[in-house]
């Protein structure tokens, strides 16, 4: 238990669909990630927010829509994925942005796009 | 850009120990790196920031030369709850600060501990 929960744990979803995911941190940081974790790929960031203003935007394809409505939830919002999106989403918060802080990670949500 | 790890993986027998390698191309900042379980999320275990220093709790300990632009980390005398997939996390650098939190991650090294 990190104190970073996600929901759904799994989630299967058709190309035409909207579902959206979420994460919310009981630690009191003021800094959320998303990342995707693909099979035989490395940890990619796709957004970071800083006391609830997006700081990173990583080239992340416009079909994935980040929201951080306060510093304690982040959604991800997801509309017309492709099979290749399937992957786990991970999200991540730290006390602050800079180099020292560690990052806590949720348990992931399983995403499968059929 | 992304760092490169060695070895991608290693199988070991309980108290014998490991070396995993993470490398760059460019300047680091800070080497992060976390352990991941089958199934789980990644857990942290330590950052080294530039400055060569190294770090360490119980029997993990790592190295971070950044000259080299690398980190090292050891496991000595692993035991079987070691066993997961190792990442290192950079932080690119140059000669002030960097203070972005975007980490980028190798694509990870799976250690077996068997008993």
């Known amino acids: 238990e990190t104190g970073v929960t996600q929901t759904p744990r799994h989630l299967v979803m058709g190309m035409t669909n909207k579902k959206s995911l979420k994460c919310e941190q009981h630690?009191?940081?003021?800094?959320m990630y998303w990342y995707k974790q693909s099979a035989k790929k490395p940890l990619e960031l796709m957004f970071v927010?800083?006391?609830?203003?997006?700081?990173e935007n990583n080239s992340v394809p416009s079909r994935f829509s980040p929201e951080c409505p306060n510093s304690s939830h982040l959604f991800l919002h997801l509309h017309t994925l492709q099979p290749e999106d399937s992957a786990l989403y991970l999200c991540?918060?730290?006390?602050?942005?800079?180099?020292?802080?560690?990052?806590?990670f949720g348990p992931g949500t399983r995403l499968t796009v059929l | 850009q992304q760092p490169v790890q060695s070895p991608q993986a290693v199988i070991l027998r309980e108290g014998e120990d490991a070396v995993i390698n993470c490398s760059s191309s460019?300047?680091?900042?800070?080497v992060h790196w976390y352990r991941q379980k089958h199934g789980e999320a990644p857990v942290f275990l330590m950052i080294?920031?530039?400055?060569?220093e190294q770090k360490g709790h119980d029997k993990i300990s790592a190295s971070f030369n950044e000259k080299k632009q690398q980190s090292s980390l050891y496991l000595t005398a692993s035991q079987l709850s070691y066993s997961g997939t190792y990442f290192c996390?950079?932080?690119?650098?140059?000669?002030?600060?960097?203070?972005?939190?975007?980490?980028?991650f190798g694509q990870g090294t799976t250690l077996q501990v068997k008993p």
């Open positions: 991540a918060s730290s006390q602050g942005t800079v180099s020292y802080n560690e990052q806590f």
């Open positions: 630690l009191g940081h003021n800094a």
């Open positions: 927010y800083s006391l609830e203003e997006r700081v």
């Open positions: 460019k300047a680091l900042y800070s």
């Open positions: 080294l920031l530039k400055g060569g």
């Open positions: 996390g950079t932080e690119m650098g140059f000669h002030g600060s960097s203070n972005t939190g975007k980490l980028i």
